[in-house]
């Protein structure tokens, strides 16, 4: 089992974002995760790697606390954002999830207009005043998807009608567009072809400089791309988290070397 | 495993893939008869229905120019309308008697052996009590000669449809050869005309010895009220229901109860709700009989399981990552359901409610149980008052006419069949309208 | 840790890769072997044939090159795979330096057959070729093994060399300086010990390779050297 540094580590030039203190969760019978530790620092891209089935995604829905629109799902254990426990009872979980975007592994765009794509956000929860702030925020949160240029023109287009990487590049600005201080993505790139993936991971370095980005992929050659730091889950246990470059030269458990390298484990 | 041996070519065909390119064809061959059994028993009944039915929609009518006796119809020539609404209906029958009289006087017109008052009886009953309500609206006509169009009786009507000949007259004792050949002089001199029967559309029902009068106004009138009660009750429970159901609702027990009871309800014979509407509506309820509100709520309660139905299943349709999505950027569950999937679930829910609605409109067996089946003269008034009021059905009204002895009721009922499809037509054509208009890729 | 990839034609490249570096370290080891004894029995006909075998290493590092290129191309390696690939890259470049070293012995005793001959000092870099030989021989072994501790005391030996080739040094000095007739064979034979000196040299950077395949970091660098007149 892994253990995370202990909080408030003089060492550490970073800050923590999102730290995760034995974090556990029961799908009905299910020990789904088991005993999670961990520490995602601010302005750092996060990837989380593993076989089918580890809990890396459960774990990346603790963070938004999706999970708690699946019935049988139960979590426990502590995740605090900026020290703050999310699963505090006073916590809102419509309000933290304005703070904690969530990317999905399919496209999946309103059917509706790219301009109400990206103003769906804000207009809920009250961000703009009027409609030159709103396209203000459309046209900025379209920047930062990296898609302003190619949809400037025709706004009014339906976002189901770009191509799969344009779509997900028009949901990655749909997620910002709330200005989230953390971009939680699942598999944000298992349904595009490569051009559109090297896209979005140029997309997902950019970010970096705003967001803290905590991404689950099933390519590893995308989270040694993409991350700067790796945690690596199997059966429900994070075993090993680390420098991504450590992670992928030299991992310490043997379970990660034999995923990483392909063995039979 | 098979070897696959060099010496095979695929350019002969081997006796497996034959078989099975035979029983291949059989099956095509099983399901183009199936499909043409179909369209045959489809045009069988549409050809008897239409053959049938259309009939209804033509009339015969005899023009005469009846003047309006002050003696008979205003004795004291006081104009009193009082007075003049004494006169009853068989006060009028000796004018349009003694109309037809001047005619027959006529040296082209007379026929031989044909009574004056049995040439009266070529005019439905129906003419007297028209005459007597144009009179009561316009008493100062009274004096004139007017020129009124006359509903023809039900055997003559007949015998310009076939179905009334010379020599079936001559066994009738409601109709002579000789009212047939005054009849067919009528016609020469332009008295007598067939003309598109706008009175079956709009006239209400009529007593048995008068089919010619008989029309669904109050039968169409009552439906329309019954479907607009549907609408308004199922549509937004039957919905809410769904939404509730398959968003909100936790999955347990209870509510697979639920789910299981509205399956069940779906498959519930029609009378069973009859019998419920009975006995909660108007026994326990007290509402009237015959009215279109019990029958809107008994349809109401048979709707609604196919409206939960379809709903459910559209809402089940829109793909979970819309959901995501929403509750992603920080929407609220209601929003998500209502901003995303609700929109996207319309198509399918407006489709589920036609075809609900379409089944009600054709139900008979529960709106007979509740008293729709009743005589009814009176038009309702306008809603919502009218909903109280008694009021026909369509497919009771065609039920009820089936019952008549005088086989013109049998051409009204294929005639009101008719017009039962075309509005379940109207109402599945619009179906599939909004379901292409709204209908969006994903 | 299982020895087996899920894509068992990923084994099977990486064990060809191996089963090349093998039979190059095979190649050398005899190239350094046959050196030394053409230089101490004045063997022209063994350099010869030392010098034309040389061609096969030249060739074998090729292809190793090639072969580690398509496998990084192919198959991504990652952790292990990827340092394996690495480090054997690393070790067919020394084994073809060894290899070019030994070749330029046996060129230096074509010319050193014509020369007056030194006393004592062939057999000293029989010798000392020998050593070398025998760490490039265990440093092989540890390598196919995953031995560290082996790796580890082949960097040692490494010292033994130096100082051999010091030792040399001080003498061919000696005779250099008691007749100048003798500095042109001298020089000839100091450059036959340093080659040699650099070829242990070669063999402890194997060594070091083994170890960062093993372990995922390099040794650090506390190997005493026997640097005193090394103009480095």
Redesign the interface.
């Given at each position: 089992m892994y253990d995370a540094p202990q909080l408030g580590n003089a060492m550490d030039q970073t800050t923590t974002k999102i730290s995760a203190r034995n974090v556990q969760v029961h799908y009905g019978d299910t020990h789904a995760i088991k005993d999670v530790n961990v520490d995602i620092d601010a302005k750092t891209v996060t990837a989380f790697i593993g076989p089918s089935g580890c809990g890396k995604s459960t774990f990346l829905r603790c963070i938004n606390r999706m999970n708690d629109t699946i019935d049988i799902c139960r979590v426990t254990g502590d995740i605090l954002i900026d020290g703050e426990d999310i699963y505090d009872k006073r916590v809102d979980p419509v309000q933290l999830r304005a703070k904690v975007g969530m990317v999905f592994q399919k496209p999946n765009p309103f059917p509706k207009s790219i301009y109400d794509n990206v103003a769906y956000g804000p207009r809920i929860h009250g961000l703009a005043k009027n409609k030159s702030e709103l396209d203000e925020i459309v046209e900025k949160s379209l920047r930062r998807g990296a898609i302003w240029d190619e949809v400037k023109d025709r706004l009014d287009a339906p976002g189901t009608g770009l191509s799969g990487g344009q779509q997900q590049r028009l949901c990655i600005a749909r997620a910002v567009a709330t200005e989230p201080e953390v971009l939680l993505m699942d598999e944000p790139c298992s349904a595009l072809d490569p051009i559109a993936t090297a896209q979005v991971e140029e997309l997902i370095d950019e970010l970096r400089s705003q967001f803290s980005v905590v991404i689950v992929t099933h390519s590893m050659q995308q989270a040694a791309r993409v991350s700067q730091k790796t945690a690596f889950f199997h059966l429900g246990n994070l075993v090993e988290f680390g420098d991504t470059t450590q992670i992928f030269t030299n991992p310490q458990d043997e379970r990660t070397q034999n995923y990483i390298t392909g063995r039979i484990g | 495993m098979t070897d696959v041996t060099p010496t095979t070519s695929i350019l002969t065909v081997d006796d497996r893939t034959r078989r099975r390119n035979v029983a291949e064809k059989r099956f095509r061959t099983y399901g183009v008869i199936a499909i043409t059994l179909a369209m045959l028993a489809l045009v069988g009944l549409m050809t008897s229905i239409f053959s049938g039915g259309l009939p209804a929609f033509k009339q015969t009518f005899i023009t005469l120019d009846v003047y309006l006796d002050p003696a008979k119809l205003d004795k004291d020539g006081s104009s009193d309308l009082e007075k003049i609404r004494k006169v009853s209906t068989f006060g009028y029958a000796p004018l349009i008697k003694k109309a037809l009289e001047e005619q027959l006087a006529k040296p082209e017109l007379a026929v031989e052996g044909l009574k004056s008052k049995d040439a009266a009886k070529m005019i439905s009953k129906e003419g007297a009590a028209e005459m007597r309500r144009f009179v009561l609206a316009n008493p100062d006509m009274i004096g004139e000669t007017v020129s009124f169009k006359f509903l023809a009786s039900g055997r003559i009507d007949g015998y310009y449809k076939g179905r009334v000949t010379m020599q079936s007259a001559e066994r009738d004792k409601n109709v002579s050869p000789q009212q047939l050949q005054f009849a067919d002089k009528l016609k020469d001199a332009g008295l007598l005309k067939t003309s598109f029967n706008w009175g079956f559309l709009t006239r209400a029902d009529a007593s048995e010895n008068r089919p010619e009068a008989a029309g669904l106004g109050v039968a169409i009138l009552g439906s329309v009220y019954m479907m607009v009660i549907v609408l308004f009750l199922a549509l937004p429970i039957g919905v809410a229901a769904s939404i509730y159901l398959e968003e909100f609702a936790?999955?347990n027990w209870f509510t697979d109860l639920v789910e299981v009871n509205i399956s069940n309800l779906a498959a519930v014979p029609s009378i069973v709700f009859g019998i419920l509407g009975l006995a909660i509506f108007i026994n326990f309820a007290g509402l009237p009989q015959s009215a279109p509100i019990v029958g809107g709520l008994v349809l109401t309660l048979m709707t609604l399981p196919t409206i939960i139905i379809a709903t459910r299943a559209s809402l089940k349709a829109v793909?979970p990552?819309?959901?995501?999505?929403?509750?992603?950027?920080?929407?609220?569950?209601m929003?998500a359901v209502f901003?995303?999937v609700l929109p996207?679930a319309a198509p399918g829910i407006l489709t589920g409610t036609i075809i609900g609605l379409a089944q009600a409109l054709g139900e008979t067996a529960p709106l007979l149980l509740i008293g729709m089946v009743a005589f009814v003269r009176e038009y309702p008034s306008a809603p919502p008052e009218g909903f109280f009021d008694p009021a026909a059905a369509l497919p009771v009204q065609v039920y009820n006419w089936t019952q008549r002895a005088d086989p013109a009721f049998v051409e009204r009922a294929s005639g009101a069949i008719i017009v039962l499809l075309v509005f379940l037509l109207l109402m599945n054509t619009i179906a599939i309208i909004l379901r292409r208009r709204f209908e969006?890729?994903? | 840790m299982s020895d087996q990839h899920i894509v068992s034609a990923f084994d099977r490249d990486l064990e060809g890769i191996q089963a090349h570096v093998m039979k190059m370290g095979g190649l050398v080891e005899a190239a350094i072997v046959d050196a030394s004894q053409s230089l101490l029995n004045q063997d022209e006909e063994l350099s010869a044939e030392v010098i034309r075998r040389d061609q096969a290493i030249d060739d074998l590092d090729t292809l190793i090159n090639e072969e580690c290129a398509n496998l990084i191309a192919l198959r991504a390696p990652a952790a292990l795979d990827l340092r394996m690939v690495l480090s054997v890259m690393k070790i067919s470049g020394n084994l073809e330096r060894i290899g070019d070293y030994a070749k330029n012995m046996a060129k230096r005793n074509t010319v050193l057959v014509q020369l007056t001959p030194i006393e004592g000092a062939r057999g000293a870099l029989q010798r000392m070729a020998r050593e070398v030989q025998l760490m490039l021989k265990d440093v092989l072994d540890a390598f196919i093994e995953r031995d560290v501790e082996k790796a580890q005391d082949v960097l040692l030996r490494d010292r033994d060399v130096d100082q051999m080739y010091n030792a040399l040094f001080r003498e061919f000095l000696t005779f250099m300086m008691e007749d100048p007739r003798h500095i042109t064979p001298c020089m000839h034979l100091h450059f036959i010990a340093k080659n040699t000196e650099r070829m242990g040299d070669h063999v402890t950077s194997i060594a070091e390779q083994t170890i960062y395949l093993v372990s995922g970091s390099m040794p650090e660098d506390n190997r005493p050297k026997a640097t005193r007149y090394e103009p480095e």
């Open positions: - | 936790p999955k793909p990552s819309i959901r995501d999505a929403a509750l992603g950027v920080g929407a609220s569950k929003q901003h995303h996207l969006r890729r994903w | -």
